[in-house]
């Protein structure tokens, strides 16, 4: 069993930056690949970024955060994180984060077996 908990959100200016931690309890979370995904009201929860498990060399991501967010993992801090960079409007949304016990990272929401409560990023135009 793994619990996560996001934390890093708030509001930022449009162009300014945030970095979203995911902090994990439970063993081995190493073992676990991670996505992050975001949900903005009315909307379906879309994929944003995830990575491989152990040294995390596989990435995804998303085109419209590709160049702009970065997702990393200190797996000895049982921490993945993501770095949003050039935040823009539509940046704005409830962003989660989800885990598997599967080598590789997945963009569909569906195979994840563990989520966060989720966080809020603003970003005022």
């Known amino acids: 069993q793994v619990q996560l908990v996001e934390s890093g959100g708030g509001l930022v200016q449009a162009g300014g930056s945030l970095r979203l931690s995911c902090a994990a309890s439970?063993?081995?979370?190493?073992?676990?690949?991670v996505g992050w995904f975001r949900q903005a009201p009315g909307k379906e929860r879309e994929f944003v970024a995830a990575?491989?498990?152990?040294?995390?060399?596989?990435?995804y991501y998303s085109d419209s955060v590709k160049g702009r967010f970065v997702i990393s993992r200190d797996n000895a801090k049982n921490t993945v994180y993501l770095q949003m960079n050039s935040l823009n409007f539509e940046d704005t949304a409830v962003y989660f984060c989800?885990?598997?016990?599967?080598?590789?990272?997945?963009?569909?929401?569906?195979?994840?077996?563990?989520w966060g409560q989720g966080i809020q990023v603003t970003v005022s135009s």
């Open positions: 990575i491989s498990r152990l040294s995390g060399e596989i990435t």
């Open positions: 439970g063993r081995f979370f190493s073992n676990y690949a």
């Open positions: 989800g885990a598997r016990n599967w080598p590789t990272p997945s963009r569909e929401p569906a195979v994840y077996d563990f």
